[in-house]
């Protein structure tokens, strides 16, 4: 189930704003960009029990989640969640995606990314600098392009089953998603210019990460993916340009479906 009507545009509107607020939060649990204290102290994918994962399927952030989640085979049940709401009307964060594993909340995409990679991946290798790229400069770029094309927008809403009214021929007259993501981002570069640098990064070998994907092969693949599975033209051509059509086609091989 995703957000219907005027939920999609409050969870445009939160994509991207990240506050500098030193946790923990009032109830306990991690503002954005800060880790969860105590320490979650997860060091294998067994370590994450009765994993829920709070947020929209048709969110970006939530789908680079469920992809590490399904790649590393972690079970996890996905509970629609609009923001603005908190999972218990107690929790002090109010924006998506939430992650309640093993008894603890995390909160906030970046660190729910770098906690489950951290406890997933041999040796708790974590590209941070390459994860801060794709979550603050590749996603809200390439939400940029697709939601200022009608198209494109469209594609999106339509497969994801928002609201019809919210079509680009209404949604445009009240409110443009786009315009809001690079009022967050004033400095945001062209998707293609995170997709180049990537691409060189990668060179000859398979995946960023050698012969099997690593960490930013799992959060650009999760990233790109809602965009891509909807049709979204300027998600094709992102690709395209980059020549990162074959890497794609081989991520679509290691991650399961979900």
Same mark, same amino acid.
């Given at each position: 189930?995703?957000?219907?009507?005027?939920?999609?545009?409050?969870?445009?509107?939160?994509?991207? &704003?990240? &506050?500098?607020?030193?946790?923990?939060?009032?109830?306990?649990?991690?503002?954005?960009?800060?880790?969860?204290?105590?320490?979650?102290?997860?060091?294998?994918?067994?370590?994450?029990?009765?994993?829920?994962?709070?947020?929209?399927?048709?969110?970006?952030?939530?789908?680079?989640?469920?992809?590490?989640?399904?790649?590393?085979? *972690?079970?996890?049940?996905? *509970?629609?969640?609009?923001?603005?709401?908190?999972?218990?009307?107690?929790?002090?964060?109010?924006?998506?995606?939430?992650?309640?594993?093993?008894?603890?909340?995390?909160?906030?995409?970046?660190?729910?990314?770098?906690?489950?990679?951290?406890?997933?991946?041999?040796?708790?290798?974590?590209?941070?600098?390459?994860?801060?790229?794709?979550?603050?400069?590749?996603?809200?770029?390439?939400?940029?392009?697709?939601?200022?094309?009608?198209?494109?927008?469209?594609?999106?809403?339509?497969?994801?089953?928002?609201?019809?009214?919210?079509?680009?021929?209404?949604?445009?007259?009240?409110?443009?998603?786009?315009?809001?993501?690079?009022?967050?981002?004033?400095?945001?570069?062209?998707?293609?210019?995170?997709?180049?640098?990537?691409?060189?990064?990668?060179?000859?070998?398979?995946?960023?990460?050698?012969?099997?994907?690593?960490?930013?092969?799992?959060?650009?693949?999760?990233?790109?993916?809602?965009?891509? *599975?909807?049709?979204?033209?300027?998600?094709?051509?992102?690709?395209?340009?980059?020549?990162?059509?074959?890497?794609?086609?081989?991520?679509?091989?290691?991650?399961?479906?979900?």
């Amino acid at each position: 189930a995703d957000l219907k009507g005027g939920d999609l545009a409050q969870s445009f509107l939160v994509v991207g &704003a990240y &506050a500098t607020i030193r946790m923990p939060l009032p109830d306990g649990t991690n503002a954005e960009k800060e880790d969860p204290t105590p320490p979650l102290g997860w060091s294998s994918p067994a370590d994450l029990k009765d994993v829920k994962l709070y947020g929209a399927a048709g969110s970006p952030p939530v789908a680079k989640i469920r992809t590490i989640l399904a790649y590393f085979k *972690v079970p996890y049940q996905l *509970v629609p969640m609009k923001p603005g709401k908190g999972i218990t009307e107690e929790s002090s964060y109010k924006k998506v995606p939430v992650l309640s594993a093993s008894g603890r909340i995390v909160n906030d995409s970046y660190v729910i990314t770098k906690s489950i990679l951290q406890a997933c991946v041999p040796n708790g290798v974590f590209d941070a600098d390459m994860e801060e790229v794709i979550t603050f400069g590749l996603q809200p770029a390439i939400e940029v392009e697709c939601f200022e094309s009608n198209a494109a927008l469209k594609s999106y809403a339509v497969h994801f089953g928002y609201a019809p009214w919210y079509y680009p021929e209404f949604l445009f007259g009240f409110f443009s998603p786009a315009k809001g993501i690079k009022k967050k981002h004033p400095d945001l570069k062209p998707s293609g210019e995170y997709a180049s640098s990537f691409r060189s990064k990668m060179g000859d070998k398979p995946f960023y990460g050698g012969d099997e994907p690593g960490c930013p092969d799992l959060s650009y693949f999760g990233t790109i993916k809602n965009f891509v *599975v909807a049709g979204c033209l300027p998600a094709t051509k992102h690709l395209q340009d980059a020549d990162l059509d074959a890497w794609y086609k081989r991520m679509q091989d290691k991650v399961p479906p979900f």
